[in-house]
């Protein structure tokens, strides 16, 4: 009878111990999240920090005073493909202010019978744009599997910082796609397109 009464308790201890994980892991994931709001740390996603040009949560249209308006800089897209498969950008360019968040699409297609795995290398013309060139998204972060014949289309998000050196009024962004595995090509050395200026910083 004792023995009966002793497993009797020790599974309720036990119901009353899975029961409190049970509730502590439900309250984890809010817990956590109002942890991270208040103290402002572990933001998983550069789209989340506010940025000129950006959106913040429960906004419309924040009111912006970083984008310089008076200013314009062509932005040029280019690819390049070290393999058989497509690679191109959706426009060849566009006008963008400084502080203005833009968006541009690229475009990847694998034409082999065969699964491949591939990665982006970015480079910039002229070279000092680079450190005033800020991606917000972009699919040079990862790597890619694409099955034969398969298309993906990718965002690049970015903000080109006011800080820009204004003899700076056009910037090409280059892309160099190759398969994960090869021979990884260096990124492609360009010289400043015409008209693109900026040899004094």
Known sequence: MSIRSDNAKMVGKLAVVAAGMFAFGYALIPLYKHICE?????????????????TTKGSKLPANTQVDTS?????????????PWAFKPAVHSMQVHPGELATVMYEFQNTQN??????AIPSYAPRQAAAHFNKLECFCFNQYTLEPGEKKQWPVAFVIDPRL??????????????????????????AAAPGATGAGA
């Open 71 to 83: 200013r314009t800089i062509t932005v040029e897209f280019d690819a390049n493909v070290r393999g």
């Open 165 to 190: 050196s204004k003899d700076v009024t056009t910037i090409t962004l280059s892309y160099t796609f190759f398969e994960v595995g090869g021979k990884t090509p260096q990124a492609p050395q360009q």
């Open 38 to 54: 208040v103290t402002g740390i572990n933001i998983l996603s550069l789209a989340e920090l506010d940025v000129p040009g950006g």
């Open 114 to 119: 065969r699964r491949m795995s591939a990665q």
